[in-house]
């Protein structure tokens, strides 16, 4: 699935334009503790956060994910999204919650992360 298909899959607007969007995203993940995600964070992911800080970018960078998703409407600061497009990292943001995020990546076969 591309980030464009995942995009309209829940029903997200695209916090950063003009970053790539056919970006193939490799799988879904939710977690919002830092250092977890840094540990298990991968190429092509798509994480589902409600944090919304510098950091959130300078680990889906590092990690070279696809993008990261802020559910239920959540803001990212202007200047948070600033980085992020110099990073050309996709953030997301939908009206759903996390949950049901998940739910609709994995029955449209996103998978979780493979260990």
């Known amino acids: 699935m591309k980030v464009s298909e995942l995009t309209k899959l829940i029903e997200a607007k695209d916090m950063t334009p003009g970053v790539e969007e056919d970006r193939e995203v490799s799988c879904g993940y939710t977690c919002d503790l830092l250092s977890w995600v840094m540990a298990h964070g991968c190429e092509g992911m798509a994480w589902v956060t409600v944090q919304t800080h510098m950091n959130v970018v300078a680990v889906a960078a590092l990690a070279e994910m696809a993008c990261v998703i802020l559910p239920e409407n959540i803001d990212m600061p202007a200047s948070i999204l600033e980085k992020a497009t110099d990073e050309g990292l996709r ?21 979780e992360k493979a260990e």
């Open 91 to 111: 953030v997301l943001k939908s009206p759903l919650s996390a949950y049901t995020i998940c739910g609709r990546m994995m029955q449209q076969g996103v998978p």
